[in-house]
């Protein structure tokens, strides 16, 4: 399986997900577009959150030194996004790609991240409850169907709200993967048992 995971919005919890999901299939796991935090980047964090020795982490397509919008980011260092230079690394293996920011983020002034999306890959939609996480959850699946790809699955990030889940479950029919706790830390102890708890579902998209 090929994965793409995006998420609502910034900071909902994709690098964990990516972390569980990696672990949970043993899958390999690429980020084709890095902007800041080079010294400890998601590919990072991935590589010392998972436990298992299968798992092979693959080079950005593109480092950028800036925290900010991928194309806003390379401006500043002087480069220019080219979709024609994301090339899809080569496995026999599962494939974790994760997204940067939601799927209407900006590469360049044409191109947007839910252009990176293959006919190939399996979309899950990671979502963080806040006053309007319904909306732009909503908006999110809308879009990704609208571009012709099926959403695979949906993963709920932080502290429960059964009322907000069960309506976004209803409206979308969108299956639910799991849903991941506002844990103290995430260490490889609790990524491997949320791997565990996922793996099924996963294994079923």
Partial sequence: MKIFITGISTDVGKTVTSAIVVEALEADYWKPVQAGDL????????????????????????????????????????VRIELSEIKEPKTDNHLVIEGAGGIFVPLNE???????????????VVSRHYLGSINHTLLTIEAIKNRGFEVAGI???????????????????????????????????????????FRENLLAI
Avoid: M
């Fill in 155 to 197: 993963i709920f990030s932080g502290s429960e709200n059964k009322a907000t889940e069960d309506l976004i479950l209803n409206k979308t029919a969108v299956k639910c993967i799991g849903r991941i706790d506002e844990e103290p830390y995430f260490d490889q102890n609790v990524i491997r048992e949320y791997a565990d708890l």
């Fill in 39 to 78: 010294d400890n980047s998601d590919s990072d964090k991935i590589k010392s959150k998972i436990s298992n020795s299968k798992s092979r982490i693959f080079e950005n397509s593109y480092r950028l030194n800036t925290p900010a919008s991928p194309h806003l980011a390379a401006e500043i260092d002087g």
């Fill in 110 to 124: 044409t191109d947007l991240i839910v252009d990176l999306i293959q006919s190939d890959y399996k979309v899950i």
